[in-house]
Structures are given as C-alpha cells and as structure tokens.
C-alpha cells in the first residue's frame, strides 16, 4: 500500500530519482567491475542463468564505502542514512557492489537482484522497492527483498539442489501487484 499522501505527481519523480540513482551508481561502477569467478558462477550455476551469469560485474570496494543517498531528497524520510554503510553489498541492475567478501550466500541474494532487475527493468524495480518502503514504512516491508531472503534461504538449506531462480521470479512476478 502507497502512502496516500503522495500525490501521483511526486510519486513518479520519487520513481524517477530512484531509476536515475541506479543508473548512475551502475554506470560508475561498470567499468570496474570484475566478472564472477569460476568459483562462482559454479556455485550458482544450479539457480541462474549462464547468461545472467556472464553479464554480472562485482565491485569490491577497497578503502571506500558504498554512497548513501540522498534518500530525504527523493522523498524516502523514513530510510536510514547510515543503511547503506550497513550494508555488505547492493545491487544496480547487473553491478554487484560489494563492502564485504561476497559469501555464497551475500552473492545469492544480490543475484536474485539481478534477476529481478533483468525481468523488471529498472523502472519495474524502482517501483517495486519504492512502493514497499513507502507503503510498509520500512525495508522489511520491500517484497523483492522478501522474495531475495526467501530464495536466499532455501539455498541456503541445500545449495546442491537446483531450482531456477528465473522461473521463480517470473511466477512471483506473475501474481504480484505493486
């Protein structure tokens, strides 16, 4: 549920601050971005596609921290400024930002971003997160987030057992209303 004192018209600048943000952080952090590891795309090959895969980049951030928004800007008062320092990775689109070692299960969770993002788009993303945040009051109110932990701990319990992440995105999608 949207807050209802939002007009529409703020909304769509709301959503279109969000877009431009992601944007801009991924077009920063692209051309740095390493390919995942041998190691990796084997860890997660049971659960995504090699073409999902092929396209992410990873960042590690060395002597920096992730750049927190300007979230009171974009009409997000309620988000904490330091939630992003908190943080040990984020997702823009196909970068993978990380602050910490990206664990089997930290890269999981920003994958199933990923995925998310190639099947929403960022505008469809943008939506889906500013409209949870805005409509719960919080992060644990943000359904993609819901569905990353969701997935994320049935890897978890057994990261042998395939399951395709694009199939279960595609059926969330599919009975969700943002």
Request: aromatic residues 8%; contains cysteine.
């Given at each position: 549920?949207?807050?209802?004192?939002?007009?529409?018209?703020?909304?769509?600048?709301?959503?279109?601050?969000?877009?431009?943000?992601?944007?801009?952080?991924?077009?920063?952090?692209r051309?740095?971005?390493?390919p995942?590891?041998?190691?990796?795309?084997?860890?997660?090959?049971?659960?995504?596609?090699?073409?999902?895969?092929?396209?992410?980049?990873?960042?590690?951030l060395?002597?920096?921290?992730?750049?927190?928004?300007?979230?009171?800007?974009?009409?997000?008062?309620?988000?904490?400024?330091?939630?992003?320092?908190?943080?040990?990775?984020?997702?823009?689109?196909d970068v993978?930002?990380?602050?910490a070692?990206?664990?089997?299960?930290?890269?999981?969770?920003?994958?199933?971003?990923?995925?998310?993002?190639?099947?929403?788009?960022?505008?469809?993303?943008?939506?889906?997160?500013?409209?949870?945040?805005?409509?719960?009051?919080?992060?644990?109110?943000?359904?993609?987030?819901?569905?990353?932990?969701?997935?994320?701990?049935?890897?978890?319990s057994?990261?042998?057992?395939?399951?395709s992440?694009?199939?279960?995105?595609a059926?969330?999608?599919s009975?969700?209303?943002?």
């Amino acid at each position: 549920m949207i807050d209802p004192a939002m007009s529409p018209k703020r909304l769509a600048q709301l959503l279109m601050d969000v877009s431009r943000y992601t944007l801009d952080q991924r077009e920063r952090r692209r051309g740095s971005a390493d390919p995942l590891s041998v190691e990796q795309v084997r860890a997660m090959q049971r659960h995504f596609s090699p073409e999902l895969l092929a396209a992410v980049g990873v960042k590690r951030l060395i002597n920096e921290r992730l750049e927190t928004p300007r979230f009171n800007l974009m009409g997000l008062e309620h988000m904490s400024q330091t939630a992003f320092t908190l943080m040990a990775a984020i997702t823009f689109l196909d970068v993978i930002v990380a602050d910490a070692v990206l664990t089997d299960d930290i890269l999981f969770h920003e994958l199933v971003h990923c995925e998310q993002y190639r099947q929403l788009g960022v505008r469809g993303f943008a939506e889906a997160y500013v409209k949870g945040a805005v409509g719960h009051g919080s992060y644990h109110g943000i359904l993609l987030e819901e569905q990353a932990y969701m997935l994320g701990g049935r890897f978890a319990s057994n990261p042998n057992e395939p399951f395709s992440v694009g199939a279960e995105v595609a059926s969330w999608i599919s009975e969700c209303s943002f």
